[in-house]
């Protein structure tokens, strides 16, 4: 599968921003997906994950604040960004992998730079 983010840019924090991404497989409502993020410097990290059924995990640092959906028909993923601040700075990929802990990762996308700052 090919995965296709967009959506990363600058934010002020607080702000909100929304990642999409788009797989190529016609098979993807049976692809659990997920999005990690590398900070500059630091190793990457599960951000969120949702299950073909729809069941969805977060990482503690953005809880609350992060929301993942999916929408089926569009071969699309998406992370709703809300109260953004500096350090969720990173570069966000978006994942198909395994299962609702999305600890097997199966694909990669490309990356999409998010920066938080003012």
């Known amino acids: 599968v090919q995965l296709q983010a967009s959506g990363g840019g600058l934010v002020q924090p607080g702000g909100y921003l929304r990642l999409s991404c788009v797989a190529s497989r016609s098979i993807f409502n049976l692809l659990d997906m997920g999005w990690y993020r590398q900070p500059p410097g630091k190793q990457r990290e599960l951000v969120a994950a949702i299950t073909n059924g729809g069941t969805t995990n977060y990482g503690d640092s953005v809880k609350g604040r992060f929301t993942i959906s999916r929408d089926n028909a569009k071969r699309t993923v998406y992370l709703q960004m809300n109260s953004l601040k500096p350090e969720d700075t990173a570069t966000y990929y978006c994942?198909?992998?395994?299962?609702?802990?999305?600890?097997?990762?199966?694909?990669w996308g490309q990356g999409t730079l998010v920066t938080v700052s003012s």
């Open positions: 994942v198909r992998c395994s299962g609702y802990e999305c600890q097997t990762v199966n694909a």
